[in-house]
């Protein structure tokens, strides 16, 4: 698979492949982090790879060198171009992970109502520094986020918010290359298309997936994720706001993903 690192997942501990027999490749894979993604039943009706990495240690909001090396392990061989479902934005790092598996030039195109760059001195991988880690990947030639309340320029990490990139689209013309990796967090969605526990932005569902054909029309894209899931929904499933932001948050992961896969068998990369 272009810009990825060669190898696809067998069958190995901690990894179950479902309705994927025949592909050389899942389109959609599924890490599992905080048990936020077992109520969502119609997602996980779509074929896909599940990865449990519930049993690894603290890896919430900050991983320190031995929960990534753990996670490492178990990303180890996997490949993309797939949409990867990360759990709550608490896991937002991970992207970082995936984006040091590219072996080709690339611009990161990030959805976030957050710039995701922490401060100077963080040395820890966290769910608010791992851009700035991002930064700093030789293949990664530039960094593009979406969703920010204030607009930033600077060489390589151009930041808008919604509104200007609605009115313009000049994130388009501000992507260095053809290939792209995509990472969504549904933060920048309003509060009626998500439910996350970070502030939210106002972008709507729709305004998001016509962000999202722009740049399927106009570029490669060699992988992407999406998180922000509520992580009450692994504590309290039953709950009756539980199960509503559940049911939101869903009917966004399911928009998302069938409109990559039409990217996918579009580009006949899926069959």
């Given at each position: 698979?272009?810009?990825?690192?060669?190898?696809?997942?067998?069958?190995?501990?901690?990894?179950?492949?479902?309705?994927?027999?025949?592909?050389?490749?899942?389109?959609?894979?599924?890490?599992?982090?905080?048990?936020?993604?077992?109520?969502?039943?119609?997602?996980?009706?779509?074929?896909?790879?599940?990865?449990?990495?519930?049993?690894?240690?603290?890896?919430?909001?900050?991983?320190?060198?031995?929960?990534?090396?753990?996670?490492?392990?178990?990303?180890?061989?996997?490949?993309?171009?797939?949409v990867v479902?990360?759990?709550?934005?608490?896991?937002?790092?991970?992207?970082?992970?995936?984006?040091?598996?590219?072996?080709?030039?690339?611009?990161?195109?990030?959805?976030?109502?957050?710039?995701?760059?922490?401060?100077?001195?963080?040395?820890?991988?966290?769910?608010?520094?791992?851009?700035?880690?991002?930064?700093?990947?030789?293949?990664?030639?530039?960094?593009?986020?979406?969703?920010?309340?204030?607009?930033?320029?600077?060489?390589?990490?151009?930041?808008?918010?919604?509104?200007?990139?609605?009115?313009?689209?000049?994130?388009?013309?501000?992507?260095?290359?053809r290939d792209?990796?995509?990472?969504?967090?549904?933060?920048?969605?309003?509060?009626?298309?998500?439910?996350?526990?970070?502030?939210?932005?106002?972008?709507?569902?729709?305004?998001?997936?016509?962000?999202?054909?722009?740049?399927?029309?106009?570029?490669?894209?060699?992988?992407?994720?999406?998180?922000?899931?509520?992580?009450?929904?692994?504590?309290?499933?039953?709950?009756?706001?539980?199960?509503?932001?559940?049911?939101?948050n869903e009917?966004?992961?399911?928009?998302?993903?069938?409109?990559?896969?039409?990217?996918?068998?579009?580009?006949?990369?899926?069959?």
């Amino acid at each position: 698979m272009t810009g990825f690192q060669e190898g696809c997942f067998r069958k190995r501990k901690n990894v179950i492949h479902i309705g994927v027999k025949g592909m050389d490749f899942a389109p959609i894979t599924i890490l599992n982090l905080d048990d936020t993604y077992p109520s969502q039943k119609r997602l996980l009706t779509l074929p896909h790879r599940w990865i449990d990495m519930s049993d690894i240690r603290s890896t919430n909001m900050i991983a320190d060198p031995f929960s990534v090396k753990a996670i490492q392990s178990r990303l180890s061989r996997w490949e993309g171009p797939s949409v990867v479902f990360l759990g709550s934005g608490n896991y937002h790092y991970i992207t970082y992970l995936l984006l040091k598996k590219i072996t080709v030039p690339f611009t990161l195109v990030l959805f976030d109502r957050h710039t995701d760059l922490g401060q100077k001195e963080d040395d820890y991988l966290s769910c608010g520094s791992w851009v700035s880690f991002a930064l700093k990947i030789p293949f990664c030639q530039k960094v593009l986020i979406i969703g920010p309340p204030k607009n930033v320029r600077t060489p390589k990490l151009s930041v808008f918010s919604a509104d200007q990139a609605n009115l313009n689209k000049k994130f388009l013309r501000e992507i260095a290359g053809r290939d792209i990796y995509i990472s969504i967090d549904k933060d920048v969605l309003s509060e009626t298309c998500a439910v996350t526990n970070w502030d939210q932005g106002e972008l709507t569902l729709d305004e998001l997936l016509a962000f999202l054909e722009a740049l399927f029309a106009e570029k490669h894209v060699i992988g992407m994720d999406v998180c922000g899931e509520y992580p009450k929904a692994s504590i309290s499933p039953w709950d009756p706001l539980v199960m509503r932001a559940t049911k939101i948050n869903e009917k966004a992961n399911l928009q998302i993903a069938r409109h990559y896969l039409q990217y996918m068998k579009k580009n006949r990369k899926v069959v």
